[in-house]
């Protein structure tokens, strides 16, 4: 990504984390806390006091919109030229230390008791991300036939035993092991989907990474 | 086990070419020419023929199946 794109984006969020601080403290303060605390929407009528809140919320909602376009356009065109080079892209391998975030799924334990949300059991799936001090390790590497044949064979594998995990799970979970209670039902399914993408992340660059390492370790140089 | 039996490395040292210089002629990593030369890697037929080409010996001398 270039360096100009990323300074618009973060001085674009930097301007709407402003405008929504702003907005919200001209809510609660002038305005009853109008769109800040929960309220009916039922029975909205607007009134121009609330424009403060709706322009940021809008500002925000654009913001994202773009953030999402750009990002993404950005993991295709570095994919595209991926192809193009042949050559793996380059990742630090210190990345994999994002992998720790998938602690923070156990605040969904935590979260479930206070107030009911489930929300962060979704951070499970960042365990994923220890794929990358495999995938770091790999990085810039020349992708020929027989690297693109053990990348297809791993994420084959990967997905297989995601698959098999998904399905044990759901054949389990359908048995009403929970005694029938639907939020530990939809608790546990949570879990398992998060960590079954998790663990297709992280073996497809694991089991990459010993394909072609563990080849390379039993050969002699010349 | 090897399904087949690979002559590559005679060829190779034949013509005198390392395996780096033979990888970079055919468009593959060192470590394909050396999992080739074991036997330990079953290559495409583009590949084939094109390691045939570079080392000069017809593709049937260098892989030998059963």
Redesign the interface.
Known sequence: MKRSTIKWLVAGGVVCAAALALSIWYAVAYNDSRLVAPMDFSTYVFRPQDLPMLCSGGLLVVYVLALFVTVFRWAFRAKAERHATSYTRTVSPWLGLLGFLGFLGFLGFWSYGVNGSVAPFIFFAFFGFFGFFYEGRLSH??M????KENAARAQLQALRVSFALEVIALVVLGQRRFGGNLDYTLIAMMIVLSLSVALALFLSEYLLYRY?HD??ME??G? | MPEFTCRLKQFRQAKNL??EQLAALV???R??I??LE?A??N??LK?AVDIARAVEAPIEEIFLFP
């Open positions: 590497t020349f020929d036939e027989r690297y072609d080849e390379q050969e002699g010349e | 390392t395996q468009g593959v990593r470590e394909t050396m999992r074991k330990q890697y290559p495409s590949l």
